[in-house]
C-alpha cells in the first residue's frame, strides 16, 4: 500500500513539472511595447507604415478571449498548435480587416533603420499587418503574423517584446527603360542671346506627365525611367524669340534643337526708283501709225509734184 502511494506522488510530481509555471501572473493591467526591426541583409526599411490589431484580450489566468471586432468573425484562437497554424490565423484576420476597413489599433512608420517601437499597448494577442516595400531592385513582402503582449520566456512574462519580420517573399522589378531630353543650339553667332532655361513638357500616353526646366546647371538634360512601357513624347513652350524649334527622337533619347531663324520680313520700299519708260504700249503703237500715215502722205504729195512738172 505504501509503494502504491509513493508510486502515485512520483507520478504526480512528475505532471506537475510537466506543465510550465510562469513564477508570476499576468498583469492584465500592465502597458506592453513592441518593436519590430523590418530588415533585409542588414538594410534598413525607413518608412514602412505597420498597423496593429488587438484581437483578443487576456485573462489573468493567461488565457485569451477575442473581442470586438473580431469576436463576430467564425475563427478560433485556441486550436492554434503551430507555425503554419498562426500563419493561416494571421492571413485570415487581415483578409477580414482590409474587407471590412478595419481601423487599426495602432498606426506606426518605421525609423531609418527600419526600427519602430510602439509603447502603451494594453495586454492582449495582437495581428501585425503585412507590408510590403518597394525597393529598386524590386519589392519585398512581409507577411502579416501574430504576437501576444506579453510573451512567455521561461515561464516568465516579458512585457517588453522584440520581434523582427521576415521577408516571406521578393518580387524582383520589371526591366525599365531609362528616357532622357536634351537641349541643343543652333546660333553659333548668337550664343549671346539664349535664354538662362527653357521649359520642355513631357506627355506620358498623351496626357502631362512632368514640366522639366532644363539649363546649364543640369547641363540642359533630364533623365527618367519608364517602368511600364509607355508612349512619350516631348515639347516645348516658350520658345524663345528669333529662334525655331525642331524635336529629334532617337530611340530613348529626345533632342530638343533651338535653331537661330530671326524673323526678317521684306517689304517694298516706299518710293520704288523707275528702271526703264514706263508709257504704254498703245502709245507706241499710236506713234508707228501716224508716223506711217505721214510718210504716205509725204509721198504722195511728191507723186503730185513731179506729174504736174511733167505737164509742163
Known sequence: MKRMVAWFCLALLCLCLSVPVSAQPLEVERECSLTLHYAKEGVGFAGVEISLY?????????TYVLVAPFADYAVSIHDVTDPKGWSDLATTLSGYAVADSLPATRLAHSDQQGQ????????????????????ESGTYTFDPFMVYLPTQNEGEYQYEVVAKPKADRF????????????????????????????TAQIYKNGILWNTVTLSQDNNWTYTWTDPDQSEWSVVERNVPEDYTVYVDQKAT?????????????????????????????????LVLCLSGSGCVI??????????YEKRQ
Do not use: C
Open 54 to 62: 488587438r484581437v483578443a484580450e487576456a485573462n489573468p489566468d493567461g
Open 116 to 135: 519602430v517601437t510602439v509603447s502603451g499597448l494594453p495586454t492582449g494577442l495582437y495581428l501585425v499587418d503585412g507590408v510590403t516595400v518597394e525597393q
Open 171 to 198: 518580387t524582383p522589378a520589371p526591366p525599365r527603360t531609362e528616357y532622357r531630353v536634351i537641349k541643343l543650339w543652333e546660333d553659333v553667332e548668337h550664343t549671346q542671346r539664349r535664354p538662362a532655361s527653357i
Open 253 to 285: 533619347t529626345f533632342v530638343v534643337t533651338n535653331q537661330w531663324n530671326p524673323d526678317t520680313p521684306t517689304e517694298p520700299p516706299a518710293d520704288p526708283p523707275e528702271t526703264g519708260d514706263t508709257a504704254p504700249v498703245w502709245l507706241y503703237v
Open 298 to 307: 509725204v509721198g504722195l504729195a511728191l507723186m503730185r509734184g513731179k506729174r
